[in-house]
């Protein structure tokens, strides 16, 4: 469990199918997502959840709020572990958002684990050019950049429409006025003071020379 200031991200349990199905079928929220797909049956969607629940390069989390009540999906998708490059995205049920900055909240405790838990030095994401409160969420509010646009790249509506590319680097991250709270949440380990060990702690053979496994 992560927790933010408003929400919590958390692993996608078995319980989470029937509130998943009924994101991916709201048409409210797909129309305005990247991807295309036709909406999953409750089969579909458990067979969703056995074949990408393990993966080694995507991690789905549940977005709730912090009584616990489900508000929608974030991750990280296809990770590059040598790059330490990830995909990531936000999808969030408006009718249980009660309290306002929750979409801004989940992206940044997102943020500050996938920079300073996972390991990563990049995030980026992709969003519709009609899409106006996501590019307030992740530019105006996150600290995000937009890095280039898929020119009539989506099928929406009838029409094409272009695609802008966005992300956003740790040192970037790192220069929001309140990255430091996040990386707080996210990592509460506090790393500042360090063990001095003492000489008298190692064998005598040891003293003076970095142990070795």
């Given amino acids: 469990m992560i927790v933010g200031k408003y929400c919590q991200i958390r692993p996608i ?9 009924m994101l991916a079928v709201d048409r409210n929220i797909s129309s305005r997502l990247v991807g295309w ?3 999953p049956s409750q089969y579909g969607q458990r067979k969703w959840f056995d074949a990408t629940h393990n993966s080694r390069t995507t991690r ?5 709020d912090l009584g ?19 995909l990531t995205a936000t999808k969030l049920y408006a009718p249980n958002l009660k309290q ?6 989940s992206i940044k405790i997102l943020m500050a684990y996938a920079f300073y838990d996972v390991g990563l030095n990049r995030l980026w994401g992709a969003i519709l050019d009609f899409n106006g409160p996501s590019f307030g969420a992740y530019a105006k509010k996150c600290g995000w950049r937009g890095e280039g646009i898929l020119r009539e790249e989506v099928w929406r509506e009838g029409n094409f429409h272009d695609l802008y590319r966005v992300a956003i680097l740790k040192s970037e991250f790192d220069a929001l006025n309140d990255s430091e709270d996040y990386i707080n949440r996210a990592v509460p380990a506090d790393t500042t003071e360090r063990v001095s060990i003492l000489d008298e702690w190692w064998a005598p053979e040891l003293v003076g020379k970095v142990p070795r496994d």
């Fill in 60 to 64: 789905r989390f549940l977005v709730e």
């Fill in 13 to 21: 349990e078995e319980r989470d199918l029937d509130f998943l199905q």
């Fill in 68 to 86: 616990g009540t489900p508000l929608g999906i974030t991750g990280l998708w296809d990770i590059d572990w040598h790059s330490r490059v990830a």
């Fill in 37 to 39: 797909d036709f909406p």
């Fill in 100 to 105: 306002k900055g929750i979409g801004t909240d």
